[in-house]
């Protein structure tokens, strides 16, 4: 049966989280948040994942960051909601909520610590599967998960109808172009490591969901674009330079903290990331960051 994947292809913001001074998930701040991203014409969200901090959330931290989203762009974006949490209950439950708030698909990792089987990595997604009529994005991430997805068993889940497509994280553009070869053409791979988008774009990929697609959006749609039309020389140069923004990034030792900094400056409040993850404390840090967010607005309005 051919799938109708028009509205999963573009450009997804892994949605950051938002708290309030107190490290509180704020309704509004998410709200304001999301509004900024529809604002910003992108495709759609990608939330409580890996750079929304959903796993160092409570249960009802996550609804509450879900019921924000929606209440602000249901209908605007297309939003994909990560569920995955260590315990297969907890992940249903945050499936049905998904649902019911109207999600347009749900995602997960399979769980953590405990080094699973692949029998048992099919349990645990099989179970958010059967428990909504929604889609379902396996969400592929080995250097975090500690789980190798086995082809056997990507290539079962992939034939199922509601299982649409993967979310591939790994730093292998062999492995995404082969989850693209193995899934057929009506499979949606959505290419992970923002620091080869191009590449992964070039080799399969359908659309693309990042971290750091939230402090330059208009960059990485601009990238989309330039792969749609084919022009990869375009597409490469604008890229070295994204690659160069991602370095500085990373250079200050808390990806999650300079990008919640980095949206601070311009004036969307999203508090600093819960612990262990740091936040931007060092004024050296905060004034390199400075001149960052600097370089991304100067290179957005070249490309406009």
């Known amino acids: 049966m051919k799938r109708d994947l028009g509205k999963f292809k573009g450009i997804f913001m892994a949605m950051y989280s938002a708290y309030d001074d107190n490290g509180n998930v704020d309704k509004e701040r998410v709200k304001k948040l999301a509004r900024y991203y529809a604002d910003k014409k992108v495709k759609g969200l990608y939330v409580g994942g890996s750079s929304g901090e959903g796993v160092l959330q409570s249960e009802e931290e996550r609804k509450q960051v879900v019921e924000a989203v929606m209440e602000e762009v249901k209908g605007e974006l297309t939003i994909i909601v990560h569920v995955g949490a260590n315990s297969t209950a907890e992940s249903v439950r945050l499936a049905q909520h998904a649902e019911k708030m109207g999600a347009d698909?749900?995602?997960?990792?399979?769980?953590?610590?405990?080094?699973?089987?692949?029998?048992?990595?099919?349990?645990?997604?099989?179970?958010?599967?059967?428990?909504?009529?929604?889609?379902?994005?396996?969400?592929h991430i080995p250097q975090t998960?500690?789980?190798?997805?086995?082809?056997?068993?990507?290539?079962?889940?992939?034939?199922?109808?509601?299982?649409?497509?993967?979310?591939?994280?790994?730093?292998?553009?062999?492995?995404?172009?082969?989850?693209?070869?193995?899934?057929?053409?009506?499979?949606?791979?959505?290419?992970?490591?923002?620091?080869?988008?191009?590449?992964?774009?070039?080799?399969?990929?359908d659309a693309g969901i990042g971290g750091t697609y939230g402090v330059m959006p208009e960059l990485f749609m601009k990238l989309d674009e330039y792969m749609k039309k084919q022009e990869v020389e375009k597409a490469r140069e604008l890229q070295d330079k994204v690659n160069?923004?991602?370095?500085?990034?990373?250079?200050?030792?808390s990806l999650y903290g300079a990008c919640k900094y980095i949206l601070d400056l311009r004036g969307i409040k999203t508090g600093v990331p819960r612990l262990p993850l740091l936040p931007i404390t060092d004024?050296?840090?905060?004034?390199?960051?400075?001149?960052?967010?600097?370089?991304?607005?100067?290179?957005?309005?070249?490309?406009?």
């Open 105 to 139: 698909a749900v995602s997960s990792i399979p769980a953590v610590y405990y080094r699973l089987s692949p029998e048992s990595v099919k349990v645990h997604w099989q179970a958010m599967i059967d428990s909504t009529s929604l889609p379902f994005i396996i969400y």
């Open 145 to 205: 998960t500690g789980f190798n997805l086995p082809m056997c068993l990507f290539e079962e889940m992939a034939k199922q109808e509601k299982v649409i497509g993967i979310k591939c994280s790994s730093e292998s553009t062999f492995e995404l172009q082969q989850f693209k070869a193995v899934g057929g053409k009506d499979f949606l791979v959505f290419n992970g490591p923002d620091e080869q988008f191009v590449a992964g774009r070039a080799i399969g990929a």
């Open 244 to 253: 160069e923004i991602i370095k500085g990034l990373l250079s200050v030792g």
């Open 283 to 304: 004024d050296k840090k905060k004034e390199f960051l400075k001149e960052l967010n600097e370089k991304i607005l100067k290179l957005v309005e070249e490309v406009k």
